[in-house]
């Protein structure tokens, strides 16, 4: 069964240049290589839904330029439905990333057309109401993202909101949210709790379920009433971590609409940001649904 998924959030064009340290502040360093590369979470999570086997269809808003263009063929490339992605007169959201040696990353994002997003379009509702989740982020205004929310709610839709950029929530957001999606330090910063499982406990207050995504150390999920469960994460060397955690919310979106356990979702999600950090670029790491599931089944003798 291939479900559907809402996706209400941003798009960016990612300007890369890959270095071998970030420079300090009044440091000037020499980069190896610079890329442009389709990105914002929204999107993100968008292509990695699409690529996992999902039905998807993208609720946002480009920039009358170059970059605009490129990121709808982006998207569109991916099988994602961009009806719900309007041209709006300015520019893109842009994205200037610092990728190191180790991976790691540096972000600064100016929302450009993003920031346009303050409420639901004609057809938008539509479109939630259609889907069987609806994927939100924090990369568009806060009043826009509620709207998606509280329509999806409307619907009996599911909700998924990765709280990212991490920023203070309204709590009308959370009430109007399924499952929560931080990684440790957005859990932390929601909580005031380093420890993750104590973050999840504080979260399931709020939320009815969580996942805390660890880096290397796997996510651990949580629901109300039931043992929490850690899902280890595959060993693999990162060259860089850009949009993993978006390739990580988009499979396991794809994976739970077509009613797979969370337990197993998990896994498979797993998987699909293990693959997704082995190359460099947000969407362009992002593998398919074949990649998935052979790198999934390799690492089920080991569950
Ligand atoms: O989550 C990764 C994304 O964050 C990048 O693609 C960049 O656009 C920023 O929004």
Do not use: C
């Amino acid at each position: 069964m291939t479900g559907a998924i809402a996706v209400l959030g941003s798009a960016n064009m990612d300007l890369v240049a890959f270095v071998a340290k970030a420079p300090a502040r009044g440091e000037t360093v020499p980069g190896r290589e610079f890329r442009t590369v389709p990105g914002g979470k929204g999107a993100n999570q968008a292509i990695a839904a699409a690529r996992a086997g999902a039905r998807v269809s993208m609720i946002g808003a480009v920039g009358e330029d170059a970059f605009g263009m490129a990121l709808r063929h982006a998207l569109t490339e991916s099988g994602v439905d961009t009806g719900g992605l309007r041209t709006v007169p300015g520019a893109s959201g842009t994205a200037h990333i610092t990728v190191d040696d180790e991976g790691g990353n540096s972000i600064v994002v100016i929302p450009g057309a993003n920031g346009t997003v303050t409420a639901l379009a004609p057809g938008d509702e539509e479109r939630i109401a259609a889907a069987d989740a609806l994927l939100l982020q924090l990369e568009l205004p806060i009043p826009g993202v509620l709207a998606g929310a509280q329509a999806a709610r409307r619907h009996g839709v599911r909700t998924v909101l990765t709280p990212a950029p991490a920023r203070p929530l309204p709590a009308e957001l959370l009430e109007a949210t399924d499952l929560l999606v931080p990684n440790e330090h957005e859990a932390a910063a929601l909580t005031g709790r380093t420890d993750p499982y104590e973050a999840a406990r504080e979260l399931l207050r709020r939320v009815p379920e969580t996942v805390v995504t660890l880096g290397e150390a796997g996510s651990l999920y949580a629901r109300r009433g039931a043992d929490p469960l850690l899902v280890p994460a595959l060993r693999v060397r990162a060259v860089d971590t850009t949009g993993a955690g978006d390739t990580f919310v988009g499979a396991l979106a794809a994976a739970a609409v077509e009613g797979r356990p969370m337990a197993e979702a998990l896994a498979w999600a797993s998987a699909a940001s293990a693959l997704s950090v082995q190359r460099p670029g947000a969407s362009a790491s992002m593998p398919d649904r074949d990649e998935i599931d052979s790198l999934y089944d390799e690492g089920k003798p080991h569950r």
